[in-house]
């Protein structure tokens, strides 16, 4: 089993920036991609970012220029550098976890989910 522990949410003024961490524990070999989805009231849950193992990675559209994924494999923590934050960023945001050493996408593939954190950008 693996468990993964987020941090980092809050609230934020338009045009400012977040880090969110997400640290990884138990059964962690088994974990190849990790990554963050979010949901906003009413939206389905989307893909934001992820990365493999190997570093290769993948963005939303529309957070693309504005998001970084990192991973840190020493802490087994990944993390998501949010700037130039917009009201829509506003959502739940949930880490990821998968075993296949591949991206993450939309509509399944996840193996494991964190119990989110609230990120709030106010205009």
């Known amino acids: 089993q693996v468990q993964l522990v987020e941090s980092g949410g809050g609230l934020v003024q338009s045009g400012g920036s977040l880090r969110l961490s997400c640290e990884a524990s138990?059964?962690?070999?088994?974990?190849?991609?990790m990554g963050w989805y979010r949901q906003a009231p009413g939206r389905q849950r989307e893909l934001v970012a992820s990365?493999?193992?190997?570093?290769?990675?993948n963005y939303a559209d529309s957070v693309k220029g504005r998001f970084t994924i990192s991973g840190d494999n020493d802490k087994n923590t990944v993390y998501l550098h949010m700037n130039i934050l917009k009201p829509e960023d506003t959502a739940v945001y949930y880490c990821a976890a998968a075993r296949p050493a591949r991206p993450l996408v939309n509509n399944g593939g996840v193996d494991y989910w964190g119990q989110g954190t609230q990120v709030t950008v106010s205009s």
């Open positions: 990365i493999t193992r190997g570093g290769s990675t």
């Open positions: 138990g059964s962690i070999f088994y974990i190849n991609a």
